[in-house]
């Protein structure tokens, strides 16, 4: 196991932003020396979400999101919340009346501002930043916002009244819209459409979060800086809240490979590299960086979108050794 020689990345990039990692239940004992000497921020994986904290009316289920706060706290991490509305993850039965039927507007509302009351309460003091309302965009196409049962039942309006109910709940925390592909030009637009409309309306909103589910090839680096100065534009926080660097391309469906080839640790170094010395240019306006994971011994990218298949996205090995990307990060800063 790693004797931690290295320095660590929360020193390396104190200047410029918090250094976080998605944990879980598991992760947090496997992965507890790694996570305390080289992350200054966490955020729960799967475990405050909608699904998670309140699968049914009537019954709340803190008990593994608590265990996430308490290591938080044993360790003095900051910690970030994920999340508050979601299309997945979220109980059939905040959709339903109690009859089965279809639930109206109000009582939808009603539920999540109760909701939001109960589980942003109860981690005032834990969680300084929520992901509020995470990928309500659509991909695709000229809609601004996807299908889903928020949309369906409450009308546009859900977006702005989640961070309203959150403002309320814990007027401190700074509160985010978070998504994927949100380098993509198309999205990107549609993402900004949206941001400044709950602006322009007085919705308090105070950041983005940028999901950053990259890998060696996509996306183009010049995106990315046009991605963040588009959002700064906005006079937001941006914060990249889910960054992995798989070593596939979304569609590459190789499965042959048992261990990582030298030659992708390279190009992953690299990537990582110059991802880094830009995000850098512009930590007046990025406040933190949390990689969704730690080290490649645990990663959702294992058996996604190819079942059978083991990807190495972090800066860390399975055993939680430093990875060539450290070796460059670290001396770039160091």
Request: charged fraction near 25%; charge should be negative; glycine fraction near 6%.
């Amino acid at each position: 196991m790693n004797s931690f020689t290295e320095p660590a990345l929360k020193a390396v990039f104190a200047e410029d932003f918090k250094i976080g990692a998605a944990v879980n239940p598991r992760t947090i004992i496997t992965q507890e020396s790694l996570l305390a000497y080289h992350f200054n921020s966490i955020t729960a994986e799967n475990e405050m979400k909608f699904e998670s904290l309140h699968p049914e009316e009537d019954v709340y289920r803190f008990g593994q999101a608590d265990e996430l706060a308490a290591f938080a706290r044993k360790h003095s991490l900051a910690m970030r919340g994920h999340t508050l509305v979601w299309h997945n993850q979220t109980g059939s039965w905040l959709f339903e009346e109690k009859s089965g039927r279809p639930a109206g507007k109000e009582l939808l509302l009603a539920r999540l501002k109760s909701h939001i009351d109960t589980v942003v309460g109860r981690y005032k003091e834990d969680i300084y930043a929520w992901d509020v309302v995470n990928e309500a965009i659509a991909d695709e196409g000229s809609e601004l916002l996807r299908p889903s049962k928020w949309l369906e039942t409450a009308g546009p309006d859900f977006i702005a009244k989640a961070f309203e109910f959150a403002h309320e709940a814990d007027p401190n925390a700074l509160l985010f819209y978070n998504d994927y592909n949100e380098s993509n030009p198309h999205k990107r637009d549609k993402i900004y459409t949206l941001l400044k409309s709950l602006l322009d309306q007085g919705v308090p909103v105070h950041g983005v979060g940028l999901q950053a589910h990259w890998n060696l090839y996509d996306p183009a680096l010049d995106d990315v800086r046009a991605a963040i100065e588009k959002y700064a534009s906005l006079g937001l926080q941006l914060q990249l809240t889910e960054l992995d660097m798989s070593l596939f391309r979304f569609d590459d469906r190789r499965t042959d490979l048992k261990s990582p080839p030298a030659d992708l640790l390279e190009l992953q170094a690299e990537r990582y590299e110059v991802l880094f010395r830009l995000l850098k240019e512009y930590r007046e306006v990025i406040s933190s960086v949390t990689f969704w994971g730690a080290a490649d011994d645990y990663t959702w990218l294992d058996d996604f979108p190819v079942r059978g298949r083991k990807n190495w996205p972090f800066l860390f090995d399975e055993q939680h050794a430093p990875k060539p990307a450290f070796a460059r990060l670290a001396g770039r800063n160091g």
